[in-house]
């Protein structure tokens, strides 16, 4: 399941110094305080929150202030911020540090979701040049002494590519980290990531980290990118669902001798039924409530037993639970002997969808500066949808 390979140098973003470079990806509604506590008990790196938006932070929305919160144990604490208007992102990000919210803040521009997009923002932003240098200027310039970085998708589609030159911009305005999801929106997350797209940018951009994402479902993947590539760090989303031990894998792949102490993991279904439980109760402290908290482990359930002899009753009574004795009794009935299932439970997790024309604004690929028109298409693009 995992291999020991030689262990990459250290990946220092600003003044953090990581064990692993390892990153896990915003997911909405996956990456909260619950998950990421998980995910560090088992390995090393920088767990990053979901994705906040950046007018709903300005506004004091309660939901927002609730997510930007991190639990004593979460250090370095790491925060995405997604936005489109230059001054209202440097006013979250001013919150964020005047406050002493979070230790590294990065800037959502990936997200390819069609309701982003369609108000040109997300993936779409950085086509247009000028705004997307205001906003990591002035996001870099308010951090200050806090770490800022940017994550970012090729572009919109294979006409028009905006990474090389979002690269550029973001290196020269201050930011202490660039990450490439190697796709385009108009992929959403379907196909092939590709890799050499992570080894141009790498190329481009020479003073700070350049991170790779995209189908990393393995310690193997990980170390198969940066070798390929010469990426400085990896980031993982979709990996991880249903597998946070996989931090463990890639933090003793990657990391120090300190990394991750132990074994590599030997997930049969016992020890994937733990994690998962663990997972639960996490969620229950999260949410302060154990119907919520079991409510939302319920998406989780596929997850992790992928390719485990778990039953279709058993896996639609576990994707009702409401409440963590319920969680016990039917993990009770389990072959808690099962041992872990090799191929059947790798590779993809998550939905891929399928590739799709991106919704973008009237005229918006006209040009590269932002007209009357776009300024006002702009003005609905700050809404919750995961971070790509």
Not at 247 to 271: I, K, N, Q, S, T
């Amino acid at each position: 399941m995992s291999t020991t390979l030689a262990p990459a140098s250290p990946l220092r973003i600003g003044p953090i110094t990581l064990d692993a470079p390892v990153v896990l990806a915003p997911m909405a509604g996956i990456t909260n305080t619950a998950f990421r506590r998980l995910c560090r008990e088992y390995g090393a790196g920088l767990y990053v929150s979901e994705m906040i938006t950046t007018r709903a932070l300005v506004e004091r929305n309660a939901t927002t202030l609730r997510l930007i919160r991190h639990h004593e144990s979460e250090t370095p604490r790491s925060i995405q911020l997604y936005g489109v208007d230059p001054a209202t992102v440097e006013s979250a990000v001013r919150i964020l540090v005047d406050e002493d919210h979070a230790d590294h803040i990065d800037l959502n521009f990936g997200c390819p979701v069609p309701k982003v997009t369609r108000k040109g923002g997300g993936a779409a932003l950085p086509w247009k040049l000028g705004l997307f240098r205001e906003i990591v200027t002035r996001a870099a310039r308010a951090a200050g002494d806090i770490p800022l970085t940017v994550k970012m998708r090729k572009g919109i589609d294979p006409d028009h590519l905006t990474y090389l030159d979002a690269g550029r911009i973001a290196e020269d305005a201050g930011v202490a980290a660039v990450a490439l999801h190697a796709r385009t929106a108009s992929q959403f997350y379907s196909g092939t990531a590709d890799w050499e797209a992570i080894a141009r940018l790498k190329e481009a951009v020479t003073s700070v980290p350049v991170l790779g994402n995209g189908d990393i479902w393995s310690a193997e993947d990980a170390t198969r990118m940066m070798a390929e590539t010469g990426c400085d760090g990896v980031v993982v989303g979709r990996g991880c669902l249903g597998r946070p031990w996989l931090f463990g894998d890639l933090a003793r792949a990657l990391g120090g001798p300190d990394a991750a102490p132990g074994e590599p993991v030997d997930a049969d279904l016992a020890f994937v039924a733990r994690a998962f439980r663990r997972h639960a109760e996490l969620l229950v402290e999260f949410f302060e409530d154990e119907g919520r908290g079991c409510r939302d482990i319920r998406k989780h359930v596929a997850w992790y037993f992928k390719g485990y002899p778990v039953g279709g009753d058993t896996r639609a009574k576990l994707a009702t639970v409401s409440s963590l004795e319920e969680i016990d009794e039917l993990v009770q009935t389990l072959d808690l002997t099962a041992p872990y299932p090799g191929a059947a439970a790798e590779g993809q997790r998550g939905r891929a969808g399928t590739p799709k024309r991106p919704a973008l604004p009237e005229g918006w690929l006209d040009s590269r500066d932002l007209g009357a028109d776009a300024s006002s298409a702009l003005a609905d693009a700050e809404l919750d949808h995961s971070g790509g």
